[in-house]
């Protein structure tokens, strides 16, 4: 990993992430699958000028899926990492808020 800017990849938004931010102050991204807990935390403190409480880091396996058309086909969806991130209750991500 060259720099801090290459750990987060894209803010992950579902009815389950959206839950999280409202109630618990947690934010989902997915990561680079070599960043470890201290960088994600690093990250997101300096790029979004907050403080962060925790990191939960959860790496997710590929999965076998079928297309629509043709049930037959199979297709290997590639798995990836996801950090859940905890801030403090006062700190919000401003990218998350137009979903609310």
Known sequence: MSTIYDVLRRPI???KTNYLNSDLHQYVFEVAP???KT?????IELL???H?????????PAK???????????????GYK???VT??????IPIFEGVK
Request: aromatic letters at 2%; zero cysteines.
């Open 87 to 92: 801030l403090a209750p006062e700190d919000t």
């Open 48 to 50: 979004f000028n907050v």
């Open 52 to 60: 962060v409480l925790r990191v939960n880091v959860i790496n997710l």
């Open 13 to 15: 938004i579902t009815e």
């Open 39 to 43: 960088l994600v935390k690093d990250a």
């Open 82 to 84: 996801k950090a859940i």
């Open 64 to 78: 076998r899926t079928r297309r629509a058309r043709n049930r037959r086909l199979r297709v290997r969806r590639s």
């Open 34 to 36: 070599d960043a470890s």
